[in-house]
Nanobody
Framework: QVPLVESGGGLVQAGGSLRLSCAAS????????LGWYRQAPGKQRELVAA???????NYADSVKGRFTISRDNAKNTVYLQMNSLKPEDTAVYYC??????????WGQGTQVTVSS
């Protein structure tokens, strides 16, 4: 299984910012579109941002204009810059391929908590 290590989460007040990092394997990074997912308590995991191998990006409507996904090919790392955070952004955030299924390998995720 491909190792995925997320970091950068924490506790922040509404309106604040966080920057998440995801370290992926070289093969996964080079050949797949990657994405950031989140899962709030009692809810399904959802894809919030994705970036293709060519650098093209896509965002869920709920985060568009506030979150920015980027990648560093040399470091095999994907980032998620989160600005203007809202309490509804509270969730565990995961990285994976943009086409990952629930039964695929998932890392531990990183907790993001936004207080009102």
């Amino acid at each position: 299984q491909v190792p995925l290590v997320e970091s950068g989460g924490g506790l922040v007040q509404a309106g604040g910012s966080l920057r998440l990092s995801c370290a992926a394997s070289r093969m996964l990074f080079r050949f797949n579109a990657l994405g950031w997912y989140r899962q709030a308590p009692g809810k399904q995991r959802e894809l919030v941002a994705a970036i293709g191998s060519s650098g093209n990006t896509n965002y869920a409507d709920s985060v568009k204009g506030r979150f920015t996904i980027s990648r560093d090919n040399a470091k095999n790392t994907v980032y998620l810059q989160m600005n203007s955070l809202k309490p509804e952004d509270t969730a565990v955030y995961y990285c994976n391929t943009a086409q990952a299924r629930n039964y695929d390998y998932w890392g531990q995720g990183t907790q993001v908590t936004v207080s009102s």
